[in-house]
């Protein structure tokens, strides 16, 4: 009779253990998790088949329409990505609850040069740790995470972020 609530508690403290350990974030030298979100157009985009691999870099700006500072690191992301094409692989990951419904005439409007992943659960950026946005990440062709960043600073330019890693 005793074994049983003790086995229980067991079994609990396990299911918590693991939970807790999916729950840490991606560090920096680490490889990226595979994921799958939806694009701009409702496809799924698998982290594996149609991101890792396309271009020496890949950045991942973790935003919402609603955000200036997000607005201004897509500017940075968009002009660089015009002066260097072929070089990283820009993909926005928008978090706005909306979804597409808000994002794509946001897209429209502006133009930006990079693609879309819509996650109005905040899933991927919490797979960083980020809580916030504007929030970045840079991944090697391999998959690695080779920086990340949360918030947003007016002197800190994107682009000088990512030359560091194209040399």
């Known amino acids: 009779m005793r074994r049983l609530p003790l086995l229980a508690c067991a079994v609990a403290l396990l299911a918590a253990t693991s939970v807790v350990a999916a729950e840490k974030p991606v560090e920096v030298g680490h490889a990226m998790p ?3 979100l939806p694009g701009l157009e409702g496809e799924q985009i ?3 088949r149609s991101i890792r691999g396309k271009a020496p870099l890949t950045i991942f700006l973790f935003m919402t329409t609603a955000c200036s500072a997000c607005y201004e690191e897509l500017k940075e992301i968009h002009d660089f990505v015009g002066k260097n094409p072929g070089k990283i692989d ?3 990951v928008a978090v706005d609850l909306r979804g597409a419904q808000t994002v794509g005439p946001y897209q429209k409007a502006n133009g930006f040069r990079v693609k879309y992943l819509i996650d109005p659960k905040f899933s991927l950026p919490r ?3 980020f809580n916030y946005t504007p929030s970045l990440a840079i991944v090697d062709a391999r998959g690695v995470l080779l920086h990340k960043k949360g918030g947003y600073a007016p002197n800190e330019r994107v682009h000088d972020l990512i030359k560091t890693f194209l040399k």
Do not use: L, N, Q, R
């Open 127 to 129: 797979t960083f740790g």
């Open 34 to 36: 595979e994921f799958s």
């Open 90 to 92: 820009a993909w926005a």
């Open 46 to 48: 698998s982290f594996s």
